[in-house]
């Protein structure tokens, strides 16, 4: 059984920058992508970056040219490298792992962007 854990949320002013992890434990090579997505009180989770098996990623358009996502063994770990951020990227966010159609999902960090 998977299990992921995030960790590295907080409190950031405008313009800062935060580092995301997600540890995955009872990973295996079946795993065949990792994601992030968000959620902002009151609104819908939404996705934000994803990173492959085979290293090809996929950005929201409000993650692009701001946000990197990487993981240097799929079976482990994600990061989520975030800058620019403005308060509109407050929200909790999750890490999701898809394995052979099945979605496995962390309990989620919160992340607030406010002076």
């Known amino acids: 059984q998977l299990q992921l854990a995030e960790s590295g949320g907080g409190l950031v002013q405008p313009g800062g920058s935060l580092r995301l992890s997600c540890a995955v434990s009872?990973?295996?090579?079946?795993?065949?992508?990792l994601s992030w997505y968000r959620q902002a009180p009151g609104q819908q989770r939404e996705f934000v970056a994803l990173v492959d098996r085979n290293n090809g990623t996929i950005y929201a358009d409000s993650a692009k040219g701001r946000f990197t996502v990487s993981s240097m063994d799929i079976k482990s770990m994600v990061v989520l490298q975030m800058s620019s951020l403005n308060p509109e990227d407050t929200a909790v966010y999750y890490c999701?792992?898809?394995?052979?159609?099945?979605?496995?999902w962390g309990q989620g960090a919160q992340v607030t962007v406010s002076s």
């Open positions: 999701k792992a898809y394995r052979h159609g099945y979605d496995f």
């Open positions: 009872g990973g295996d090579s079946d795993i065949q992508a």
